[in-house]
């Protein structure tokens, strides 16, 4: 009997899955959030502030963690709400956070990147908008050729909004698409036609905002991979400058309403990955670049130039070109990068507006880094944004001994052997082969893996 190619390729997918395709984090930063503490409070976070560099730029990011309704898949920080005066309250209270962290910074320092996430941003208000930036502007001085960007439900956006956002220097818009399919979006309590999609993108553009990228995701219930190739096809014909392609990560225990989600109806590993591998043909097939774990780029889109360039590099809102070692987070639930380590705001909102309206941080836990932290940190995100490291200059610029890479070094001989990774002397290479298992790479070089006894998402 012969084997057709692609049942070949599916039976040594199967077999890849069952040795390497388990959980691990998504590594947006190293350590991971989940092993966040309480040791790091609202007084650390302000000596923190305080020594901060006073030349270097730093990024920002604010979280608005509203909704008109809730995806049952969603992973984020997020609550629907039906009030505005609920939004532009909490707005009010960032410009006041804004102001509490400018207190205790050393200058007036620059900003690179201003990144808006949620939840959804387009929730605001025209003029909850311009309150919040023109608090910004006030606070840092923002970069002429700063990055501004804002995570968008298209469903809920206005023309106003565009204008004001516009008017605000958005230079790039985040819309989530998912996947199209009507019963996919039943699945998941998400109707959102491709013209409410292709509405919103010829909106952004016409106002100026010059770089679009759509999220899309697979492995979502009642999904299947000619659901996810339809969604590409309509897609495509808006010409994004970037895609993200995220799986599915079904944390139940995490994020209690995604039980609204039919298990049975979720595909397995090995569909996952046809699902993920056949829109990454599609995508490439189009021209895109394939960066990282789950993002794709035109060749002229700074994402792939910098990957290009070996600039690219991973934070809390996944893949970025932005160089600044400091990001500071507003919001409840807002994640922020100093030098000296993480900080996270209380995530319950209540508690959050509480802290900010009695006029202080509202810092909840995070962690500072140790010099084992920073060397591990530096061979993860090498290999979430380039796919190989040199292990023997990190290991050099970082004085550690070689002894404390001995455990991941052996475990990769397995990996090589499979073909996932491809070692040369000390250069460690994912291979396209082991592209989807990278977070199962990276988990070999981190310490702290399955500490916290969270449970992370499947890799694949
Ligand atoms: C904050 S949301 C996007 C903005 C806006 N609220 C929207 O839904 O259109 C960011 C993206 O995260 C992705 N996402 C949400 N929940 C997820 C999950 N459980 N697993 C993987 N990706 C998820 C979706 O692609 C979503 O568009
Ligand atoms: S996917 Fe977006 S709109 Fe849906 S609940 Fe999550 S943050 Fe809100």
Not at 175 to 199: K, Y
Not at 214 to 242: F, I, N, S
Not at 368 to 395: H, N, P, Q, Y
């Amino acid at each position: 009997m012969t084997l057709t190619c692609a049942t070949a390729r599916r039976l040594r997918h199967l077999s890849l899955l069952q040795r390497y395709g388990g959980r691990a984090p998504r590594y947006t930063s190293y350590p991971t959030a989940a092993q966040f503490t309480p040791a790091v409070d609202a007084d650390l976070y302000a000596t923190w502030l305080s020594a901060l560099p006073v030349r270097k730029p730093v990024s920002v990011y604010v979280h608005i963690p509203f909704c008109a309704r809730l995806c049952w898949y969603c992973g984020c920080s997020a609550r629907a709400v039906h009030r505005p005066a609920t939004v532009s309250d909490y707005v009010r209270l960032v410009t006041q956070e804004v102001g509490l962290a400018e207190a205790r910074l050393p200058a007036r320092l620059a900003v690179s990147a201003i990144h808006l996430g949620g939840g959804t941003p387009n929730m605001t208000s025209p003029e909850d908008l311009e309150t919040l930036f023109a608090a910004l502007r006030r606070a840092f001085a923002v970069a002429p050729g700063a990055e501004i960007a804002a995570e968008i439900d298209p469903t809920q956006l206005g023309e106003a909004w565009v204008r004001a956002a516009a008017g605000c220097g958005l230079t790039r818009a985040s819309l989530g698409v998912q996947d199209l399919s009507p019963e996919v979006q039943a699945a998941v309590n998400r109707i959102e036609p491709f013209e409410t999609v292709a509405r919103a993108a010829a909106l952004l553009r016409d106002a100026g905002v010059a770089s679009l990228n759509l999220d899309l995701m697979y492995g979502l219930p009642k999904q299947r991979a000619h659901h996810l190739l339809a969604t590409l096809e309509r897609v495509l014909t808006l010409e994004p400058d970037r895609l993200a392609l995220f799986g599915y990560a079904h944390v139940p225990w995490m994020r209690p309403h995604q039980k609204l989600i039919d298990e049975a109806a979720l595909a397995g590993p090995a569909e996952r990955l046809e699902q993920s591998e056949a829109a990454a043909e599609r995508l490439t097939g189009a021209g895109y670049v394939r960066i990282g774990l789950d993002h794709y780029a035109r060749p002229d889109d700074s994402l792939a130039r910098a990957l290009a360039a070996g600039r690219l590099r991973r934070n809390f809102q996944g893949y970025t070109d932005d160089q600044a070692q400091t990001l500071l987070g507003f919001g409840a639930s807002a994640i922020g990068r100093l030098p000296q380590g993480y900080v996270q705001n209380f995530a319950d909102e209540l508690t959050w507006r509480k802290r900010i309206a009695a006029g202080e941080l509202a810092t909840a836990r995070g962690l500072a880094l140790t010099d084992e932290d920073r060397f591990r940190a530096e061979i993860i995100e090498r290999l979430m944004c380039a796919l190989s490291v040199d292990l023997e200059g990190v290991r050099r610029r970082h004085g550690r001994d070689a002894s404390e890479l001995a455990g991941a070094r052996a475990a990769l001989a397995g990996f090589e052997a499979d073909g996932l990774v491809a070692l040369d002397g000390p250069t460690v290479a994912v291979t396209e082969l082991g592209r989807p298992f990278l977070r199962s790479v990276c988990a070999l070089f981190d310490a702290g893996a399955g500490a916290s006894g969270l449970r992370p998402s499947q890799v694949v």
